[in-house]
């Protein structure tokens, strides 16, 4: 029989494991929540960090720093992604797994940058502001999806894509960004999984790519078959190369991520971890330089501890309660909700009810992965607990509401 489904609220955080223990230092992971693909910037002494959320409304979210310990959700870089049935929830259709995928922010010329790729929609996207904690964003988009690229602002003037799996390539783009400039797509570098072997079970990707000291430095994970995920840095300089490269990071497979310094002049490495049903958790690893190369970790491992501020835990930034009671100034959902998916905006409000979110029945589903307006916060670990009061006195037969 079809049910209707009235509300399902994934899973929202009370209690956060390391959050009552009393520390004098950094530990690792930094973030004990789903933070994939991240990618960071420094300006001044503020950090800001964009992440992945594939399929979630609004996306690419936007968090700040003040000592890349203690993160807060401030932005996202766009409401919508794009109105088409896989993001709708339409047709039987559905982006788990897809949406848009990893970011790469950057300042350039007093102006944030974030650009993502999306296979749903097979375009490339940028977004820009001057202001990243309030906006407005402007969106640039064009085809094709360039996987996993990082975008680049020469010293120069130009403007660089690099992109690819296992052979990387480049191209310039226009001056304002709208597309890439005719002629100029080239093999970067043909093999880029190479310093990590010849049986390799995924080829070299998420490119990263810093500037330090005039010489290019190229960040990309990949995959040995029978080891573990691997950070791999080419080095050039020159944007073209050649390029050499080295295996720069084995340890239980923290991989994938970049370069950050410090006010002070410290160098760190932001990389993460798949660690099961609480997702991708980003962990900091200090770098030193020996010979013009950046090294990754003590001794070739990630570090438990970091000479960085203690963690005043994930509750507020990251994951918050939530009772649902509004005043006029205050924005219908705080940053730490995300609809699963593009939300029907009529069939939802904190308004109606004073201190209860309202949703009503769209539509007839028997399936829960294609119910809409799921409205979402992130787990996080090592413990995760949460609880939720629902009024069922007007639920008809067939619906359906939870804590899912």
Not at 86 to 111: F, M, V
């Amino acid at each position: 029989m079809k049910t209707r489904v009235l509300i399902l609220i994934s899973l929202f955080t009370l209690v956060y494991g390391n959050s009552v223990l009393a520390q004098n230092s950094a530990k690792n992971p930094i973030i004990h929540a789903d933070v994939p693909d991240m990618s960071m910037v420094r300006v001044d002494d503020t950090y800001y960090m964009s992440s992945t959320t594939m399929h979630m409304s609004p996306g690419i979210p936007i968090m700040k720093s003040k000592d890349l310990v203690n993160w807060e959700i401030v932005n996202y870089a766009y409401e919508t992604l794009a109105d088409v049935d896989a993001l709708n929830l339409e047709n039987n259709k559905n982006a788990y797994g897809s949406g848009s995928w990893a970011s790469c922010i950057r300042y350039h010329n007093d102006t944030y940058y974030v650009s993502t790729f999306a296979g749903t929609t097979n375009k490339t996207y940028i977004y820009s502001t001057k202001d990243i904690e309030n906006g407005p964003w402007k969106k640039i988009s064009f085809s094709p999806s360039y996987h996993d690229h990082t975008i680049f602002f020469d010293d120069n003037g130009k403007v660089y894509m690099i992109w690819g799996v296992g052979r990387l390539m480049m191209v310039e783009l226009k001056e304002d960004l709208t597309g890439v400039k005719a002629g100029t797509e080239r093999v970067l570098i043909e093999n880029a999984s190479k310093p990590a072997g010849n049986n390799i079970m995924l080829p070299a990707e998420g490119s990263q790519l810093f500037k330090v000291d005039g010489k290019y430095y190229l960040f990309n994970i990949t995959w040995p078959r029978g080891g573990m995920r691997t950070v791999i840095i080419h080095r050039a300089d020159k944007i073209t190369g050649p390029w050499e490269s080295r295996l720069a990071l084995q340890d239980r497979g923290i991989a994938q991520g970049g370069l950050i310094d410090t006010p002070d002049g410290d160098w760190y490495a932001y990389i993460f971890r798949d660690y099961g049903s609480v997702g991708r958790i980003p962990y900091l690893a200090p770098v030193t330089w020996e010979d013009g190369w950046p090294v990754l970790g003590i001794n070739g491992k990630v570090p438990d501890e970091l000479n960085l501020p203690a963690s005043d835990g994930l509750i507020p930034g990251i994951v918050a309660s939530d009772d649902f009671k509004r005043k006029k100034s205050e924005p219908d959902l705080p940053l730490v909700w995300q609809w699963n998916h593009n939300p029907n905006n009529d069939l939802w409000s904190v308004h109606e009810r004073k201190g209860f979110l309202r949703l009503k029945t769209g539509r007839v589903e028997d399936n829960f992965l294609q119910a809409k307006n799921t409205l979402t916060q992130r787990t996080i670990g090592p413990e995760c607990a949460g609880s939720t009061l629902i009024d069922v006195s007007n639920m008809k037969e067939g619906d359906f509401a939870g804590l899912a």
